[in-house]
């Protein structure tokens, strides 16, 4: 596509309920993450796909978030019992690739609210 | 100590000075610098990178990098109200073979007529 998609833009859900948060990379862009930023604060890095090597979790905050990438294309992102302090801006970004000057391109955001 | 430090500002400039961002980084590998701008409710955008010393311009943007000073800036001219936003500062990190941005809590800049 022409941007980074993600879906869905806004998400409101009960306390202790599961969601899914999906993003479609730019076409061609093997590199893709995920950020999330709370209220006034800056991106928070949770996890990172290359190609097909194995991910970078080493950002997830608790064993309640999981990811993954299917066809080196579309990610979701998993949040298990979700509790209050998960809400936040949930923000994916791709890249062509992992050489230094390349940068991100930001997709529009799930607005995360656990209540 | 955070791995990218930013003042959070406001940065309050009048329109038509230069605003000035500054940014400060732990890690004296990084190799790759990178300026985003972030209008309230909406996600961030690359309006500059960095990645040898001294000063890289575009527009009325100039990205400046000091490696030995792990210190990157970024100079805004001619101030617009249109600029007033959150200003990102993101330096590529590698750790245990992978690599990825790793962002500052941002700047805030308001520009007023």
């Known amino acids: 596509g022409a941007g980074v998609s993600q879906s869905p833009s806004n998400k409101v859900t009960e306390k202790g309920k599961d969601v899914e948060l999906r993003c479609d990379p730019i076409?061609?862009?093997?590199?893709l993450y995920w950020y999330r930023q709370s209220l006034g604060q800056g991106l928070e890095f949770l996890i990172y796909?290359?190609?097909?090597?194995?991910?970078?979790k080493s950002g997830l905050p608790s064993d309640r978030f999981s990811a993954e990438r299917t066809g080196g294309s579309v990610s979701t992102l998993t949040i298990q019992r979700t509790q209050q302090e998960d809400s936040a801006v949930y923000l994916c970004?791709?890249?062509?690739?992992?050489?230094?000057?390349?940068?991100?391109?930001f997709g529009s955001g799930t607005r995360l609210t656990v209540v | 100590q955070k791995e990218v430090e930013q003042n959070s500002g406001p940065l309050s400039v009048p329109e038509g000075a230069i605003a000035s961002l500054n940014c400060t980084y732990s890690?004296?590998?990084?190799?790759?610098f990178f300026w985003y701008r972030q209008y309230s409710g909406k996600s961030p955008e690359l309006i500059m990178s960095?990645?040898?010393?001294g000063d890289k311009e575009d527009g009325r943007f100039t990205a400046q990098l000091n490696k030995a000073s792990q210190y990157v800036s970024l100079l805004i001219r001619d101030s617009q109200p249109s600029d007033s936003a959150t200003y990102l500062c993101?330096?590529?990190?590698?750790?245990?073979?992978?690599?990825?941005?790793?962002f500052g809590a941002g700047t805030r800049l308001a520009v007023h007529p």
């Open positions: 960095i990645y040898s010393n």
């Open positions: 796909f290359q190609g097909n090597s194995a991910p970078d």
């Open positions: 890690d004296r590998g990084s190799q790759s």
């Open positions: 993101a330096v590529r990190a590698f750790s245990g073979g992978y690599n990825k941005l790793i």
């Open positions: 076409s061609g862009h093997t590199a």
């Open positions: 970004a791709s890249s062509i690739g992992t050489a230094p000057n390349y940068g991100y391109t």
